[in-house]
T-cell receptor, first 115, second 112 residues
Framework: AQKVTQAQTEISVVEKEDVTLDCVYE???????LFWYKQPPSGELVFLIR??????QNEISGRYSWNFQKSTSSFNFTITASQVVDSAVYFC????????????FGKGTRLHILP | DTGVSQDPRHKITKRGQNVTFRCDPI?????LYWYRQTLGQGPEFLTY????????KSRLLSDRFSAERPKGSFSTLEIQRTEQGDSAMYLC??????????FGPGTRLTVL
C-alpha cells in the first residue's frame, strides 16, 4: 500500500528564517512520483514540484529546495529566507506507476510565517 | 483561462438534498480525476476517467455518489441524499500525460 506521512502538523517560524517540511513515503512500486503542493487560504492546490523515483538529484528553485533520499524514503522541502506569503498548507504526495497514477496525499503541514 | 474549471465554487445544501458538481478539464486532456478533501486532511482520491470510461472508484465513493463523463469532456459528480459527513472540498484534476495532474479550484460543499 502507498502512504505519505507528514509528521509536522503545524510549524511557525519568524519571517526570514529557513524552514524544512518533512515527508516520508511508503510504496512497493519501483517507479513512482513524488510531489509537493501548496494550498493557500483560497483553497486552490498549487503545484510546486514533481520528482520521479529514478532522479535523486536535489532541486533548487529560487528560495525553494527539495531533498530526495531514496535510502530513507524521504522527500523533504526547505524554504530559505521565508516570507509571510509562504504561509499555507503544504502537501507532500505520491503516485504510482503509469497504470495507476492517482495521487496519494499526506495530511499536510500548516506553515505560519510570522512577521 | 485554459485551466481546469469547476462549478459551483460553493454549495450549501440541507441534509437529504441531492447536489451535482461540474468539472471542465483542460481541453484535450483525456484523463479526469475527482478527489475529496475534508477539513484538516489531504485530498483523497474518489474516481478516475479515461475519456468517457470510469476506470477506478475508491471505497470512499458510496452508493450515494455517482460520477459521469458522458462525452469524454466535462464530468459531473452527483451526491444523493446528502449527509453532514459529505461536507468537504471536491477537487477535480485533469491530465494528458501520466503523473501530471492539473487541479481545479474545487467546489466547497456544506451540508446543514
Amino acid at each position: 500500500a502507498q502512504k505519505v506521512t507528514q509528521a509536522q502538523t503545524e510549524i511557525s517560524v519568524v519571517e526570514k528564517e529557513d524552514v524544512t517540511l518533512d515527508c516520508v513515503y511508503e510504496t512497493r512500486d519501483t517507479t513512482y512520483y513524488l510531489f509537493w503542493y501548496k494550498q493557500p487560504p483560497s483553497g486552490e492546490l498549487v503545484f510546486l514540484i514533481r520528482r520521479n523515483s529514478f532522479d535523486e538529484q536535489n532541486e533548487i528553485s529560487g528560495r525553494y529546495s527539495w531533498n530526495f533520499q531514496k535510502s530513507t524514503s524521504s522527500f523533504n522541502f526547505t524554504i530559505t529566507a521565508s516570507q509571510v506569503v509562504d504561509s499555507a498548507v503544504y502537501f507532500c504526495a505520491l503516485s504510482g506507476d503509469l497504470r495507476d497514477d492517482k495521487i496519494i496525499f499526506g495530511k499536510g503541514t500548516r506553515l505560519h510565517i510570522l512577521p | 483561462d485554459t485551466g481546469v474549471s469547476q462549478d459551483p465554487r460553493h454549495k450549501i445544501t440541507k441534509r437529504g438534498q441531492n447536489v451535482t458538481f461540474r468539472c471542465d478539464p483542460i481541453s484535450e486532456h483525456n484523463r479526469l480525476y475527482w478527489y475529496r478533501q475534508t477539513l484538516g486532511q489531504g485530498p483523497e482520491f474518489l474516481t478516475y476517467f479515461q475519456n468517457e470510461a470510469q476506470l477506478e472508484k475508491s471505497r470512499l465513493l458510496s452508493d450515494r455518489f455517482s460520477a459521469e463523463r458522458p462525452k469524454g469532456s466535462f464530468s459531473t459528480l452527483e451526491i444523493q441524499r446528502t449527509e453532514q459527513g459529505d461536507s468537504a472540498m471536491y477537487l477535480c484534476a485533469s491530465s494528458l500525460k501520466e503523473n501530471e495532474q492539473f487541479f481545479g479550484p474545487g467546489t466547497r460543499l456544506t451540508v446543514l
